[in-house]
Structures are given as C-alpha cells and as structure tokens.
C-alpha cells in the first residue's frame, strides 16, 4: 500500500493542474446538483422498526386511515393574566373566536372547543386546544401557518398570554454555519501556531473546506431522494471537517519533515503520501467502519446519520491522498518554515537530532511509567464513575431554552394539569378478535384507569370498520420520569390477562411510550456495539502493528476514554454540572442517539491517534532502536502533530456547544471531551508508560500468526528502505567531491 500511494503522490505533484482542476469540477458539479435539488422531505421510514410503540403507531394509520398519524399539530395554550379567569367573558370570547378561525384553515382537519372538551384547569386559569392538521408538518403552507400565527396574535391583542407546541409552527434550530467559522478560526490559530508559516496553516484549511464542500452538496443534493435532514447534514460537516484538516495536516507535517531531510519537492511529497497517506488511509478506514457499522442498530435516522459522515471522512481521506500533494506541487517552498527556506540552498539536512517538547515529555514519561500510568487510570476511572447512572431519553420541549414558546406552553400545561399531562400515552385495542367489541374495549380502558400512577382515560374512539379503537391514559408523572416508565410497563403487564378476559388486546403508543421504547432499545445495543468494535480494533491493529499487546493496549484505552466521556457527558447533561456555563438551560435524561453514536466516532478518532502515534514507533523499531528509543522517536515525530489534530478537533467540536439542537450540542461536548481524555491521558501519557513497562513483549507476536497475517505495511517500512538504498547507490555513483579550501 505505501507504493502505491507513493506513486501516487508523485503522480498528484506533477500532474497537480490536472488533479486540482478535477476537484474544482467535482465541487462544482455536487453544487449545482444541490442547487437543483428539490428541499429534503419526510421519506415516511419508521423511526426504529420492531419496537411496540412503531408496531402501534403503525396499526393507527392501517386502522384509521382517514388521520395522518404523522400530521402537524398545534397545542394552544391560553393562561389568563392578572389572577382573571379564561371562563371571563371577554377571554371565552377570544379563545371560541381563535377556535373558530383557524377551523376555517383549508389543512385543518379537526380543532377541540376547551370548554366543550373539559380542556381547563380546576382553578379556570389556563386552558388549551389542539389543532390537527390534513398534512405532516414540512407540508403545511405558507398560508396556513400565517392564518394561525394571525390567530394566535388576535387572542394576544385581547389581553391572554397564549403560547403554542405541536409541530406546526415549531422552531426549527439554527443552521451550523457559524460553528464550522468558529471551529475553521480556531484551527487556523493552532495551525499557524504548530506550523509557523501561513501556506503551510492555510492549506489543510483549504482541502478541508473543499472535501467539506463536496461533502455538504452531496447530501442536499441527495436529501429529497434519501430522506437526508439538517441533523445528518451537521453531524457530516462537523466530522469532515474535523478529519479534513487532520488528515491533510498529517501529509503536510510528514512532506516538511521529508524537505528538511534533504528530498526535492516531488520525491518529499511521494514519501509524505506513502507514509503519513498510509496511516492516513487506515485511520480513516476505521473511522468509516465504526460510523458505517452503526447501520447495524435498527435506527434508519441513525444509519443515515452514520453512513453520511462516514462518506464525509472518506471525501477527506481521497483530498489528502491527492489534492493536498497537488497543492504541494504548485507552491512546493511555501509550506516551509522561514528557518528551512533560508536553509535549502546552504545548510542541507537538518540533523533531526534536537530535543523537542515531545521527546522531553516522552523521557518524563518513561522515567515514571508507574505513576504516570495508575494517574491517568484513576483520573479517567474516576470521571467515568457518571456513566454507570446513565439515563437515556428523547428530550421534548421540556428541555427547549425558556424564551420558546414551545417550552413556556408545556410549563404551563404542566402547571395546570399536571407533570404527565405533556406526555400522554396513546392506546390502541385491537378488538377485530373480540365477540363484543364494545364491551371489550370499555374493559381495557377501565383496567387500564384503575392502574397506580394513571390519573384519567379518555373514552375508547372507534374506527369506521369497529375493529379497533383509540383511547389516551394520562400519567401522573412527567415523559422523562422513571416513574412514567414503570407506568407503561405496568400497562403492558396487565395485556395477558385483558387479552384471555376480552379476546382483545392492545399496544401502547404515544411519543412518550415511543422515547420509553427507542431508550431502552439503544441501551440494550450500546454494549454489543461497543463489544463489535473493540474487537474489530483488536483485529485491524493486529494486522497494523504485527503486536499482540498493542491492539490490547488500544482498545483498553479506547473504553476508558468513551466511558471517561460519556461520565462527563451525564455529568453535565443529565446531573447539571456546570450546565448553565455551556447555555444548558434544562438537565434530564441524554438523548437515546448520542451514546451509541458517541461511541462509534470516538473509537474511529481513538485509532487515529493510535495509528498516528505508534506507526511512528514501530518505524522506528523496525530500523534497529532500542524499545524505549523507538518510543522517544515516535514522540520527537509525531507528538507535536498530534497534539495540533486533537486541539483542532477540540476546536471544531466545541464549536457545535453552540447549537440550538441539544442532540448537536452534546455530541459537540461529548467529542470535543473524547478527544481531550484520549489524546492527552491515553495517547500521549498512558501508551507510553505501558510501553516503557514491557519493553519488547510490546511487539511479540507468535511466528504463526506473523506467517498467517496479512502485511499491509502502514508505517513505509519497505518504501523508505528502498529509497534509502537508492540513495546509496546515487551516492556511490557520484561521489561528492571534497570541499576545496583556499
């Protein structure tokens, strides 16, 4: 693979016009595509097939087709200021006129008269109703929501506070440009900072903008035809551009390093693609694996969130290995320091010799392995301690900042109707096998209104054929509450014995019962998951490393990172530490998704050091030093490089804190505190006070498993042998004449 990509390096410098004019082109063409492209829309794929509340949800629409279970709606809440009542005249008069206006709406499919439907508070304070709407939310007219806003602004005039949920008019989050500006800001800094030239900060900027680019306008431009949204459009952007500057800092680093040891231009860049490319090519192999692999869980929203940003890093990779040596190629003395440039034509090669920051931490390091390693394991251990406490849970409104309507609406509704009134749960009684149908569903709903924590159930509501009917059980305990959980479980239990009874049975449903399912069924994923790709580490660096202890080491490292930062996740999030300094306004449970996927990327960035890191020992290994030297050279190489690609990751991470979409800002957190834990304390402090403790069992491996794997040859060992021995024999062959004195 190092030949090849050496070749192919080399073959990207000279033709570097070529090559940079077909990345314009394809840039250019994914841009007009997206221009083109119709606006993504609702695909209609279940959210997470084979869980009962989606099985329920879905009897809904075969069983009453004449509803769109799936059509907006909107929750209007009237609260009488004032300590004045809403049963007032003057305040009835502008609730029954809202209510009468928007049921003039051509998408209104039916609206509920509050005074009619017993929809107000025991003191007569607040009042509410809800308005169903024909068509999903994303269909809903221009014309229709101003007809309601216009409603909504009516009922202000008339003197009541009046807020609205639903779907209808709610608030979309703020598109991520201005977190990849902070996140692009931030990474020039450290570049210019790690670099000291701004052609050399600038360039993995560029290609990272251009893969990000290609990327961005790939997916809108596919989003109506694959049901692609705005969070798979961030999560993309926030990954490419994070592996794009990385990657592209990787080559850059590698192809000053090869220029200051003497090579010309286009050799610097072959070598550069052959060796940093390679681990470059690894690294992002495994972070497409993991994302990809997340297909795997049963969440199409998921999949498609993972297999965009897996498509994202793979854009990344393909501009490092072949945009960034062109770009080489057209300016190849501009990424050099100052100090080189002045040096190229005098001094020759640099002697490599001096001691850096990473090769004095990594002499720290290896003069106290013990401590600096029972340190690192008790600082993560400890920070870990949250995870086990994890709750998971689709946040609703309740965790939306206080200036949402959507969220002083559900305070409200809470405040005078109870915490489990937002969340009710929807049940639907198949009664098709039952011999009376009637009877069978009264039954249902009187067991299920005598249940402990259930404080109301509607009347059963039939469907035109009169095999199945609908009913609502309001709990008394908020959506996100333990105690709402055991409340549905509770139900459920009771179906055996109301099926054997009636002959009917039912499923519970509701976005409520729908969180409860989706948490409980990611939470039994999590750990098989995250069992797949620690052996899928195990396997990938075996085959890297030809060590049996390193792929232990790497994936040990692995879970203490993901499990150091989903503690700090739950610490925040969920317990509140510090969550007013990061605008979290509303602690609970962590969104279902953000673990899993958490996990997936972090392990892809965890190799990524990993490979970085110790390609660069074993190279050094494999030429003859001793373990521990080879450990000192990996880190006079790379650590320098490394800790710039953790900081810009950290940087681009903590860019998305800022979200208004909480599932966003805690994937930012969550990230941008796994690089911070795996970089720092597992990669450049914990790898190696275990290496410096071992020694040579560090790269053991039995003979028969060395014959049986692959060679795959990340770290050049063979390239940069051949290109040492040629350039032996062109010293041979010219000779270089002694310097004349006088």
Not at 46 to 68: N, V
Not at 604 to 628: K, S, T
Request: with cysteine.
């Amino acid at each position: 693979m190092a030949t090849f990509l050496y070749r192919l390096g080399r073959a990207a410098f000279r033709r570097r016009r070529l090559v940079t004019l077909l990345w314009l082109v394809v840039l250019g063409g994914v841009g007009l595509g997206a221009a083109k492209a119709p606006a993504a829309g609702d695909d209609g794929t279940s959210f997470m097939p084979g869980i009962e509340a989606q099985k329920a949800f879905d009897l809904i629409g075969e069983r009453f087709p004449g509803s769109d279970a799936n059509g907006a709606n909107a929750r209007i809440v009237f609260v009488a200021s004032g300590g004045e009542k809403v049963t007032a005249e003057e305040n009835r008069a502008a609730i029954d006129e809202l209510v009468s206006t928007v049921a003039e709406g051509a998408q209104v499919d039916s609206t509920v008269d509050p005074f009619k439907a017993h929809a107000v508070s025991k003191d007569a304070s607040i009042a509410y109703t809800t308005v169903n709407y024909k068509v999903k939310a994303d269909d809903l007219t221009d014309a229709s929501k101003e007809s309601l806003e216009r409603a909504l602004g009516q009922a202000r005039d008339a003197g009541l506070t009046v807020e609205v949920g639903g779907t209808a008019l709610a608030s979309q989050p703020a598109a991520g440009g201005s977190a990849e500006a902070i996140g692009i800001a931030l990474a020039a800094v450290v570049l210019l900072i790690t670099f000291g030239s701004l052609a050399a900060a600038g360039l993995p900027l560029l290609t990272a903008v251009i893969g990000v680019g290609v990327s961005m306008c790939a997916i809108l431009a596919l989003g109506n035809a694959l049901g692609l949204s705005m969070t798979t459009g961030t999560l993309a952007s926030m990954l490419g551009l994070a592996v794009g500057i990385d990657y592209a800092l990787f080559v850059v680093s590698r192809y000053r390093e090869e220029r200051a040891n003497g090579h010309d231009p286009q050799e610097a860049a072959g070598l550069s693609a052959g060796t940093a490319g390679s681990a470059v090519v690894f690294a992002g192999l495994t972070v497409i694996i993991a994302l990809a692999g997340l297909s795997v869980v049963g969440v199409p929203m998921l999949t498609k969130m993972g297999l965009c940003a897996a498509g994202a890093v793979a854009v990344g990779v393909l501009v490092a290995l072949t945009l960034v040596p062109a770009l080489l190629g057209m300016w190849p003395n501009a990424v050099l320091s100052r100090k080189v440039r002045k040096r190229e034509g005098s001094a020759g090669r640099r002697s490599g010799t001096a001691a850096s920051g990473g090769t004095r931490w990594a002499r720290f390091v290896m003069r106290r392995p013990v401590a600096v390693l029972l340190l690192g394991v008790a600082v993560l251990g400890a920070l870990a301690l949250p995870a086990a406490q994890l709750e998971m849970g689709m946040p609703g409104d309740e965790a939306k900042p206080t200036s949402a309507t959507e969220r002083r609406a559900y305070d409200a509704l809470a405040d005078g109707f109870g915490a489990g009134f937002n969340g009710p749960l929807t049940i639907i009684a198949d009664v098709k096998g039952a011999s009376d149908p009637q009877a069978a569903a009264a039954k249902m709903a009187e067991q299920i209104k005598d249940t402990e924590g259930v404080v109301s159930v509607t009347p059963p509501q039939f469907n035109e054929a009169g095999d199945a009917a609908l009913f609502s059980a309001v709990p008394s305990t908020g959506p996100s509450e333990e105690a709402t959980k055991d409340i549905v479980q509770t139900i459920r239990a009771e179906r055996s014995d109301l099926e054997a009874e009636t002959g009917a049975t039912f499923e519970v449903t509701g976005s409520t019962a729908m969180n409860i399912d989706v948490a409980q069924a990611l939470k039994d994923a999590l750990v098989p998951y995250l069992a797949v790709i620690v052996l899928l580490s195990l396997l990938l660096l075996l085959v890297v490393f030809r060590s049996v202890l390193v792929p232990v080491k790497a994936a040990l490292g692995f879970l203490l990172s993901v499990l150091a930062s989903l503690g700090t996740v739950v610490a925040v999030f969920q317990w509140g530490w510090g969550a007013e300094l990061l605008g979290v306004e509303q602690t609970g449970p962590i969104m279902s998704l953000m673990p899993i996927f958490l996990v997936g990327i972090v392990f892809g960035l965890a190799m990524d050091y990993e490979v970085f890191l110790v390609a660069r020992m074993r190279e050094a290994y494999v030429h003859g030093e001793r373990p521990g030297q080879a450990v000192v050279s990996g880190f006079r190489h790379s650590a320098r490089v490394v800790v710039a690609a953790a900081v810009i990751m950290m940087a681009v991470f903590s860019g998305f804190i800022g979200s208004g979409e909480s599932m966003i800002k805690t994937i930012g957190f969550g990230l941008a505190v796994a690089v911070l834990f795996d970089a720092f304390v597992v990669r450049l402090a914990l790898v190696p006070a275990v290496l410096a403790l071992v020694g040579d069992k560090a790269w053991w491996l039995p003979r028969w498993l060395d014959r049986a794997l692959p060679r795959v040859d990340v770290e050049g060992a063979a390239l940069i042998s051949r290109t040492q021995a040629s350039a032996a024999t062109s010293a041979e062959a010219h000779p270089r004449e002694p310097a004349r004195t006088g």
